[in-house]
C-alpha cells in the first residue's frame, strides 16, 4: 500500500471493536474509511457497522481524505475531538505535534496565497521545510499543504453546515483567498458544491436578523463538566463573563484579531453531558471569525485532552479525579494579566482587582447580553495606561510594572500566549520581564500555553496538597518535584487534580 494511503499504526481489530462499540473514548483518536460507500466516519457515527473486509483505518482525517474517502455527512468528521500525541522524548513526535498545532489554528491560515509557504512554518519551528515534509509524509502519510487543506476544508463544512454565513465569507474565514478557489478546493475534494451541504432554513420574514449561529463541540469522555465550571466561575469577573453550575453553561464577552481583522461579541456554551458535547452559539459580531472562536473554545475547556492517556498515569495518586481537565482562558493575554494579580493573594482577590481593571479600562461592548457589557482591555490600550491609573485601581507598583511590560511585549508582537508558542523559549521571556517570576510563568504556561507538563512547584497550595507544608522551602520543592517525575508529561493535569483534593500525602 502507498505510504500516503496507508491506515493508521494502530491495532485494526481492536479499532473494529471499538467502531461496533461506538466508544466515544475513541473519538477524533481515529477514522474509519468504508470501502464500499467511499465515506470515512468517526467511531461514534449511528449508522450500521460496515463489514471488517470494508474498514480502513486512518489517525488523521487528512489521511482519510487523501486516500479517497469523503467526510460523513451524518456523523460531520469536522465535530470530532483533536488528536494530540505528547510525548517528551521523541524530537519527531514532538515537532509534528508543533506543526499540527500551527496548522490548526485558524490565526496562521493565510488568505494571501492558495498555499501558506512551507518554508515560512519550517522557520517557525526552527527546521528545514524539507525535513517538515518528510516527517509528514512518513509519520502521518500526507504533506503539510494536505494536511491543511483538509483542516480548512472541514471548518469551512461546519460553517456550510451549522451558519447562514454567505458562502463568500465562509471561504475568507476558513482561509482561502477567493471564493473560486475555495469552490475548486471544496468540489474536487468531496464532490460536491458547498451550497449543497447548507442546510435549508426558514424564517419569520426574508429580512429579518439572523439567529445566533450553534455550533457543535464534542470530547473524549469522562469529562467532569462540574470541575470545569467551578473553576471559571470562581474567576467570573463581572460584566465580562457569567457561569450558571446548575443550567451548566457559560457566556461571555471575546474580542480576537484573525489576519488582521478584529471581530467583537459574546458566546454561549452549553455543556451537554450525556451526548459528550457542547452547543456553542456566537453573536453577529464573532461568525465572520467562527473557526477562531472554535479554536479558542476547545482549548479553553480542553475538549482535545485524551483522559485514557491521562488517567492512566495519574490514576494511582488521584483515584477520584478521572476525567479532570486544566481549564485554559479564552485569551492569552488575559489570562496572563490575571495570573500577575493573583500573585500571592486569594482567587477572590485577584477577581476584585481584574473586575476594576476590566470595569475601568475595559472597552464597551453595546450588543451583549443583560450583565455583559465590557471586553478585556487589548494589550495597546494597557501599554499606554500610566501607572497612576493601575494604582488607582489598587494594583502595587510591582505589579503594575509586571502587566505593563507585559502588554508592551504582547502588543509588539515579541510575546505569543497561546498554544502556538514553544514553552520553553516563552517562558524565558516570560521570567526575563519585570515582577514576573517562575510560578506566573508556569501557570501562564499551563492555562494559555496549553502545555501539559508545567509544573509550578513552589505553589503554596500545591505543597499544602503533597504534605509538605512543614519542610524547608527549598526541600519542600526538592521533594515535589521528585513525586511529580512520575506525572510526567501530564503534570499540570497533576497540579489541578491536586489543588482540588486533600492532602494527598499528609505527613505524620
Known sequence: MPAM????????DAL?????????RFDGRFFTGVTSTGIYCRPICRVRTPKRDNCQFFEHAAQAEQAGFRPCLRCRP???PRDRHWSTEDAGDILIRQATALLDTPETWNTGANEPPLEQLAARLGVSGRHIRRLFENR???????????RRLLAAKQMLADTDLPVAQVALAAGFSSLRRFNDAFVGRYGLNPTQL??????????APRA????RLSWRPPYRVQDVLRFFADRALPGLEAVDTVQENLVRTLRLSVRGTVACGWMLIRFLPDEHRIGLRVSEGLLPALPAVIDRVRAALDLDADPLAIDSVLHPDFPHSDGMRVPGTFDGFELAVRAVLGQQVTVAAARTLCGRLVDRLGTPLTDGPPGLQRLFPTPEALAEVEGQVLGEIGIVRQRQQAILALARAVADGHLVLDGR?????????????PGIGPWTAQYIAMRALRWPDAWPSGDVVLL???GLRGLPAAAARREADRIARRWQPWRSYAVIRAWATPPMFPRS
Open 198 to 207: 447548507r442546510r435549508s432554513r426558514s424564517t419569520d420574514s426574508p429580512n
Open 421 to 433: 508558542a514553544d514553552p520553553a523559549s516563552t517562558l524565558k521571556s516570560l521570567e526575563a520581564l
Open 140 to 150: 502521518l502519510g500526507v504533506s503539510p499543504l494536505q494536511y491543511l487543506q483538509t
Open 212 to 215: 445566533p449561529a450553534e455550533v
Open 78 to 80: 469536522e465535530l470530532a
Open 464 to 466: 499544602q496538597a503533597l
Open 5 to 12: 494511503n496507508r491506515p493508521a499504526p494502530l491495532d485494526a
Open 16 to 24: 473494529y471493536r471499538a467502531l461496533g462499540a461506538r466508544d466515544a
